[in-house]
């Protein structure tokens, strides 16, 4: 079983950067994909950024050129570096994994590990 930890969150202002992490309980090998969601009150949860099992990248068009996804394989740690945020950026932000090349119906909210969670919220 997996069990992936976020930590990282927290208040910033608009403009301002955060990093977030997640550790998972069992080593994450090459044949996971790994990933960042994110879901605010009254929406649906939606992906942000994930890393495929070959190291591919991909982001939601939301925050293309302002976020970076990265795993540390050595630490078993993914993160989520966060700059230039907006207001809009506010959410629960989720890691996921899932034992595949990539995630089922990205950007959707398809993986078989969840993390609980982690809250942002950007201030203007």
């Known amino acids: 079983q997996v069990e992936l930890v976020e930590s990282g969150g927290g208040s910033v202002q608009a403009g301002g950067s955060l990093r977030l992490s997640c550790a998972a309980s069992?080593?994450?090998?090459?044949?996971?994909?790994m990933g960042w969601f994110r879901q605010s009150p009254g929406k649906e949860r939606e992906g942000v950024a994930t890393?495929?099992?070959?190291?591919?990248?991909s982001y939601a068009d939301s925050v293309k050129g302002r976020f970076t996804i990265s795993r540390e394989y050595a630490k078993n740690t993914l993160y989520l570096h966060m700059n230039s945020l907006k207001p809009e950026d506010s959410a629960m932000y989720y890691c996921?994994?899932?034992?595949?090349?990539?995630?089922?119906?990205?950007?959707?909210?398809?993986?078989?590990?969840w993390g609980q969670g982690t809250q942002v919220t950007v201030s203007s």
């Open positions: 996921a994994a899932d034992r595949r090349p990539s995630f089922r119906d990205w950007p959707q909210g398809v993986a078989s590990y």
């Open positions: 890393i495929d099992s070959g190291g591919v990248t």
């Open positions: 069992v080593y994450i090998d090459r044949t996971y994909c």
